[in-house]
């Protein structure tokens, strides 16, 4: 139904940015709320951001909170993941994950439908 390919990932400098990319292909896309993780090695997966299928309503952890932006163009299938001002502790493999906007969103993982690949973000200090 719904196929998920993360990119955008990369090495940079503590204080630098990137933006992140969740191409989606299907045809209900825009019907469903879009979610990031990221995972550290030995480390629980963890929620950073999520938006509404409208992209009216922003949902980001606090860790993140000021630094990361998400946002999205439906009609390019596509969900974004600004991070400015990156940390060290930002270092992860980033996934983005959908599930259909007829079901609020969550920060447990589980709930969620659809995974990509997952790209890495490494920030050096």
């Known amino acids: 139904q719904v196929q998920l390919v993360e990119s955008g990932g990369g090495l940079v400098q503590a204080g630098g940015s990137l933006r992140l990319s969740c191409a989606a292909s299907?045809?209900?896309?825009?019907?469903?709320?879009v979610g990031w993780f990221r995972q550290a090695p030995g480390k629980e997966r963890e929620f950073v951001s999520a938006?509404?299928?409208?992209?009216?309503?922003?949902y980001y952890a606090d860790s993140v909170k000021g630094r990361l932006t998400i946002s999205r163009d439906n009609t390019k299938n596509t969900v974004y993941l600004q991070m400015n001002s990156l940390k060290p502790e930002d270092t992860a493999v980033y996934y983005c994950?959908?599930?259909?906007?007829?079901?609020?969103?969550?920060?447990?993982?589980?709930?969620?439908?659809?995974w990509g690949q997952g790209t890495q973000v490494t920030v050096s200090s």
């Open positions: 994950a959908a599930h259909p906007s007829t079901r609020a969103v969550s920060g447990i993982s589980r709930l969620w439908d659809y």
């Open positions: 299907g045809r209900t896309f825009s019907s469903y709320n």
């Open positions: 938006i509404s299928w409208t992209g009216s309503s922003l």
